[in-house]
């Protein structure tokens, strides 16, 4: 399937064009337009209340916008059949904030219920092909058996991420898939994240507060202010942008420690 090719020659692999999203008389996004590039990881960034996790759900089709178009993969999504649909959304993973794991379901069973529903296996398959998506994720084999009472707040981050990439998706949407964990645990979840997207090749579209995840993974930063995208560019460019926010969230001293935490990374690989 070819994607639609944007404005720079990169292949778009997500389109956002002219975006309105409003609840009752709020407007959260007024025509809105962002691209996403096949194998880039794409944080998205603003204040509370500009919206980030609307646009995440309006993309995965959880949310329907008042007015504008959606692509993917080149695909107007108003435009195809439920069945359409259906086939474009197994190209998609999605890691929610709070995992959003069946807490009676084991690791195992939840990982398997997309291989199960959507890929037509029989729950022996789907539970041994499972078992390799558990182990991509960094769990031992033991967690399978768990249920996500009984994990951490980095094995639950996991264990969601394996049922997240169940279906050998192309683009991975992760809403704040740091949140709550120790920095030791964010920075293996980060560096886990950039080693399945070289690996699996692919697109990652990423809603995140933590500064050291856009520092240490990111190859582009969108901003989202005054329910538009403020800007969308490499971290250089964006931290150059004068707007306030901006300036205070990247310059800030949380900004200027992970600036330099980057630094010594890169000086060091």
């Given at each position: 399937?070819?994607?639609?090719?944007?404005?720079?020659?990169k292949d778009a692999v997500i389109q956002v064009m002219g975006v309105t999203n409003r609840f009752g008389t709020h407007t959260?996004?007024?025509?809105?337009?962002?691209d996403v590039y096949r194998?880039?990881?794409?944080?998205?960034?603003?204040?509370?209340g500009t919206g980030k996790s609307v646009l995440l759900r309006t993309i995965i089709g959880l949310q329907t916008p008042a007015a504008?178009?959606?692509r993917l993969f080149g695909q107007d999504l108003q435009a195809l059949s439920a069945r359409e649909r259906a086939a474009l959304d197994q190209r998609c993973g999605v890691l929610f904030q709070q995992g959003a794991l069946f807490s009676?379901?084991?690791?195992?069973?939840?990982?398997?219920?997309?291989?199960?529903?959507?890929?037509?296996?029989?729950?022996?398959?789907?539970?041994?092909?499972?078992?390799?998506?558990?182990?991509?994720a960094g769990l031992p084999a033991t967690a399978g058996s768990k249920y996500p009472s009984e994990l951490s707040g980095g094995m639950t981050k996991r264990a969601a991420l394996a049922r997240a990439i169940a279906l050998d998706p192309d683009?991975?949407?992760?809403?704040?898939?740091?949140?709550?964990l120790d920095p030791i645990g964010a920075a293996a979840f980060d560096e886990l994240?950039?080693?399945?997207?070289?690996?699996?090749g692919l697109t990652v579209f990423l809603v995140t507060h933590d500064l050291?995840?856009?520092?240490?993974?990111?190859?582009?930063?969108?901003?989202?202010?005054?329910?538009?995208?403020?800007?969308?560019?490499?971290?250089?460019?964006?931290e150059a942008n004068p707007d306030p926010w901006v300036q205070n969230y990247f310059h800030g001293p949380r900004g200027r420690a992970a600036s330099a935490a980057s630094s010594s990374r890169k000086e060091h690989s």
């Open positions: 399937m070819v994607t639609a090719p944007s404005s720079n020659g959260v996004h007024d025509q809105l337009s962002l194998g880039e990881i794409l944080g998205v960034v603003g204040g509370s504008g178009a959606l009676s379901l084991t690791v195992t069973e939840n990982v398997a219920v997309p291989l199960i529903e959507h890929a037509g296996l029989t729950r022996p398959q789907a539970e041994a092909l499972a078992g390799v998506k558990i182990a991509l683009i991975l949407f992760l809403d704040e898939p740091t949140a709550g994240v950039l080693t399945l997207r070289d690996a699996l050291d995840t856009l520092y240490a993974i990111c190859d582009r930063v969108a901003v989202l202010s005054n329910k538009k995208v403020l800007t969308a560019d490499t971290l250089d460019a964006v």
